[in-house]
Nanobody, 116 residues
Protein backbone atom coordinates (compact mmCIF):
# COMPACT_ATOMS: atom_id res chain seq x y z
CA UNK A 1 0.00 0.00 0.00
CA UNK A 2 1.27 3.44 -0.97
CA UNK A 3 -0.01 6.66 0.55
CA UNK A 4 0.30 10.04 -1.14
CA UNK A 5 -0.17 13.40 0.55
CA UNK A 6 -0.32 16.61 -1.51
CA UNK A 7 0.32 20.10 -0.23
CA UNK A 8 0.90 23.59 -1.55
CA UNK A 9 -2.40 24.52 -3.13
CA UNK A 10 -4.12 27.84 -2.58
CA UNK A 11 -5.40 31.04 -4.12
CA UNK A 12 -3.16 32.96 -6.50
CA UNK A 13 -3.66 35.84 -8.91
CA UNK A 14 -3.29 35.31 -12.67
CA UNK A 15 0.36 35.36 -13.62
CA UNK A 16 1.40 34.14 -10.21
CA UNK A 17 3.16 30.95 -9.12
CA UNK A 18 2.51 28.01 -6.84
CA UNK A 19 4.53 24.95 -5.98
CA UNK A 20 2.71 21.73 -5.23
CA UNK A 21 4.39 18.90 -3.37
CA UNK A 22 3.47 15.26 -2.95
CA UNK A 23 5.00 12.98 -0.34
CA UNK A 24 4.85 9.24 -0.87
CA UNK A 25 5.19 6.40 1.61
CA UNK A 26 6.98 3.16 0.81
CA UNK A 27 10.35 2.06 -0.49
CA UNK A 28 9.51 1.80 -4.19
CA UNK A 29 9.21 5.49 -4.92
CA UNK A 30 12.49 5.73 -6.80
CA UNK A 31 11.46 3.09 -9.35
CA UNK A 32 7.91 4.32 -9.82
CA UNK A 33 6.37 6.72 -12.31
CA UNK A 34 4.87 9.86 -10.82
CA UNK A 35 2.08 11.92 -12.34
CA UNK A 36 0.08 15.03 -11.66
CA UNK A 37 -3.54 15.24 -12.75
CA UNK A 38 -6.16 17.93 -12.28
CA UNK A 39 -9.93 18.13 -12.29
CA UNK A 40 -11.78 21.37 -12.85
CA UNK A 41 -15.42 21.78 -11.77
CA UNK A 42 -17.75 19.97 -14.13
CA UNK A 43 -14.88 18.46 -16.12
CA UNK A 44 -13.16 15.11 -16.31
CA UNK A 45 -9.86 14.53 -14.62
CA UNK A 46 -7.02 15.61 -16.90
CA UNK A 47 -3.43 14.39 -17.02
CA UNK A 48 -0.96 17.25 -16.49
CA UNK A 49 2.58 15.91 -16.19
CA UNK A 50 4.66 12.76 -15.76
CA UNK A 51 8.15 12.03 -14.50
CA UNK A 52 9.55 8.53 -14.81
CA UNK A 53 12.12 6.91 -12.55
CA UNK A 54 14.96 7.99 -14.83
CA UNK A 55 13.88 11.60 -14.68
CA UNK A 56 12.38 12.08 -18.14
CA UNK A 57 9.33 14.31 -18.14
CA UNK A 58 6.27 14.94 -20.27
CA UNK A 59 3.52 17.57 -20.12
CA UNK A 60 0.10 18.29 -21.53
CA UNK A 61 0.41 20.98 -24.18
CA UNK A 62 -1.55 23.57 -22.19
CA UNK A 63 1.10 23.73 -19.43
CA UNK A 64 4.32 23.29 -21.43
CA UNK A 65 6.76 26.08 -20.67
CA UNK A 66 4.85 27.07 -17.52
CA UNK A 67 4.86 23.99 -15.29
CA UNK A 68 7.83 21.87 -14.21
CA UNK A 69 7.61 18.44 -12.59
CA UNK A 70 10.52 17.22 -10.50
CA UNK A 71 11.27 14.47 -8.03
CA UNK A 72 13.53 13.92 -5.04
CA UNK A 73 14.02 10.19 -4.59
CA UNK A 74 15.89 10.65 -1.32
CA UNK A 75 12.84 12.35 0.19
CA UNK A 76 10.15 10.37 -1.68
CA UNK A 77 8.63 13.56 -3.00
CA UNK A 78 7.46 14.90 -6.34
CA UNK A 79 6.81 18.56 -6.99
CA UNK A 80 4.94 20.60 -9.57
CA UNK A 81 6.20 24.14 -10.00
CA UNK A 82 3.48 26.19 -11.65
CA UNK A 83 4.34 29.58 -13.12
CA UNK A 84 2.36 32.10 -15.18
CA UNK A 85 -0.84 30.67 -13.81
CA UNK A 86 -4.08 31.28 -15.66
CA UNK A 87 -7.70 31.14 -14.48
CA UNK A 88 -8.15 27.99 -16.56
CA UNK A 89 -5.55 26.26 -14.36
CA UNK A 90 -8.06 26.36 -11.52
CA UNK A 91 -8.71 22.77 -10.43
CA UNK A 92 -8.12 20.18 -7.78
CA UNK A 93 -4.64 18.79 -8.43
CA UNK A 94 -3.94 15.13 -7.71
CA UNK A 95 -0.66 13.31 -7.32
CA UNK A 96 -0.58 9.76 -8.66
CA UNK A 97 2.01 7.00 -8.52
CA UNK A 98 2.27 3.95 -10.76
CA UNK A 99 4.29 1.26 -9.04
CA UNK A 100 6.27 -1.43 -10.93
CA UNK A 101 3.34 -3.91 -10.68
CA UNK A 102 1.25 -1.44 -12.69
CA UNK A 103 -1.05 -0.51 -9.84
CA UNK A 104 -1.93 3.16 -9.47
CA UNK A 105 -2.48 5.09 -6.27
CA UNK A 106 -3.95 8.58 -5.81
CA UNK A 107 -3.55 11.34 -3.30
CA UNK A 108 -6.48 13.22 -1.80
CA UNK A 109 -5.98 16.31 -3.97
CA UNK A 110 -5.17 19.94 -3.32
CA UNK A 111 -7.18 22.92 -4.56
CA UNK A 112 -5.57 25.50 -6.81
CA UNK A 113 -7.59 28.63 -7.54
CA UNK A 114 -6.34 31.27 -9.96
CA UNK A 115 -8.41 34.41 -9.63
CA UNK A 116 -8.05 38.15 -9.24
Amino acid sequence: QVQLVESGGGLVQPGGSLRLSCAASGSIFSISTMNWYRQAPGKQREWVATIISGGSTNYVDSVKGRFTISRDNAKNTVALQMNSLKPEDTAVYYCSIIVPTGRRYWGQGTQVTVSS
